[in-house]
């Protein structure tokens, strides 16, 4: 259900069991009350549903600064027992400069081809972003670090092994070596957003049947383990996704919603952005099993702020 509410839209949903046991897991742990709160706004909560949710009191309404009448309000309306889930109001994303032409970006130590360019979202396909060179390179040098790869678990904002996932990765350090420096540096300029905004890059193998099931990038703002998580710079609003190694068959990046599918091509990269972490993003997405040979990629996902 959906209505509208300062201006922005809301969507009345129900406070799972999960959410009750996250709220009390922050008061075991010592959290006051007033940083439980917070926490509830930073990801994305309006005050008057934080203030619901948590049962402030009059005291702590006011001295949390939720306006009365917005309350008064909502307990008048028929709604309860639920919280207001926002879909939150859109932020700066990035925002690749393309030149007059429309088809070349300046990526500082060279330019790159856009191949594909579209909007509602931002995505871009990119020729050659990476040389065979600097592929082989990423590769080498996470090949002996690889593991079974994890998933942020928003639940608890820790890691957890995914079975939505079936590749297998690591993380460099951030400029760990000559190659991941300068790529960092390139992707910086290419996207037009500050290095330091950006996770460490991640290196994916998907050997055959591998693939990664279609899902956001985005941290859920419903998920109690969520504020943990946007702590360390805010959400991601953006991903860039670049091949190092084609297989011979299958594992196509695919966007269900808008119908778009991108050709793992060694050296090529796909960049789309989401300025709201909510699915009218339209960013659902996911990685084809593999059919034949292995796929490689390496990730870089951009947050809102300094990454830390
Ligand atoms: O490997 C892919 O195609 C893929 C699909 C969905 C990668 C990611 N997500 C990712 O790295 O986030
Ligand atoms: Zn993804």
């Known amino acids: 259900m959906n209505t509208q509410h300062s201006g922005t839209r809301v969507v009345l949903q129900p406070v799972t069991p999960e959410l009750k046991k996250w709220l009390e897991a922050q008061t075991a742990k010592g959290q006051s009350r007033r940083s439980i709160f917070k926490a509830m706004l930073d990801a994305g909560w309006q005050p008057v549903s934080a203030s619901h949710t948590m049962q402030l009191t009059d005291q702590e309404n006011a001295d949390f600064g939720v306006p009365a009448e917005a309350l008064a309000a909502l307990l008048a309306s028929a709604q309860l027992p639920v919280a207001l889930s926002v879909v939150p109001d859109a932020v700066p994303v990035p925002r690749p400069v393309v030149d007059s032409s429309g088809t070349m970006v300046d990526a500082g130590d060279k330019w790159v081809e856009v191949i594909q360019h579209r909007q509602d979202p931002e995505l871009m396909v990119f020729a050659n972003l990476l040389s065979a060179a600097e592929c082989d390179a990423l590769m080498r040098e996470a090949r002996p670090r690889l593991s079974r790869s994890l998933t942020v678990d928003t639940k608890t904002g820790g890691e957890e092994l995914h079975v939505d996932r079936t590749s297998q990765g690591m993380f460099f350090a951030r400029s760990e070596n000559a190659v991941v420096q300068r790529l960092e540096a390139r992707i910086a300029k290419l996207l037009n957003w500050p290095v330091k905004n950006g996770e460490n890059l991640q290196v994916l193998r998907y050997p055959p049947g591998a693939q990664y099931r279609p899902h956001y990038d985005y941290f859920d703002p419903q998920e109690p383990g969520t504020p943990a998580i946007l702590a360390r ?22 966007f269900p919603d808008i119908d778009v599918k991108v050709a793992p091509r060694r050296g090529n990269a796909v960049f789309f952005s989401y300025g709201q972490a909510h699915p009218v993003s339209r960013t659902l997405h996911g990685g084809d099993p593999v059919e ?17």
């Open 292 to 308: 034949a040979g292995e796929k490689w990629i390496a990730t870089k996902w951009l947050r809102e702020r300094e990454f830390n």
């Open 233 to 254: 710079g805010g959400q991601r609003v953006a991903t860039l996704i670049m091949y190092l190694c084609e297989p011979d068959a299958g594992g196509a990046t695919v």
